[in-house]
């Protein structure tokens, strides 16, 4: 069974070390552009930082032998309500990654069960996430559907 807690400091690097580790899985010149470097680290140190102090945003781990295990990233958006945003509070779940030595053990889904219960207790009116191939069978076992709108983004 996963024991699941709330990040703490001490976990950013860990939680840096599996935030690479996801973007080194899902691959391809969006998520690890050739052009990169490794300056994104240290700002996501602090924000990191910042963000474990935050009313609006959730950093859910779990350990392992040596370091953690998994972790999972909830945050909570204030948008305009309206008849189908009846609050406009969105939930949105970034980078749920589990280490490849941890995989298979139900960590993911606790960390899910976790944001998800967090999401509710702040009467999030809907929970937005990007699924992995890999990922994509736990989010609709989890209730997870299609997102009606197309999904774009544009790079400034």
Known sequence: MSCVRQAVEGDVP???RLRALLFDTLGGDFFAPAS???GWRDALVEVLKDQLASDAVRILV???DHGLAACGIGTL???LPGPHLRNGRIGHVIGVVTDPAYRRRGHSRAIMRGLLAW???RDAARVDLYASADGEPLY???GFVDHPDPSL???P
């Open 62 to 64: 779990v350990d392992g």
């Open 140 to 142: 609709r076992d989890l």
């Open 14 to 16: 860990e939680l840096v």
């Open 119 to 121: 999401f509710r207790e």
């Open 36 to 38: 990169g470097d490794d």
């Open 77 to 79: 958006e204030q948008r």
């Open 153 to 155: 983004c544009r790079r």
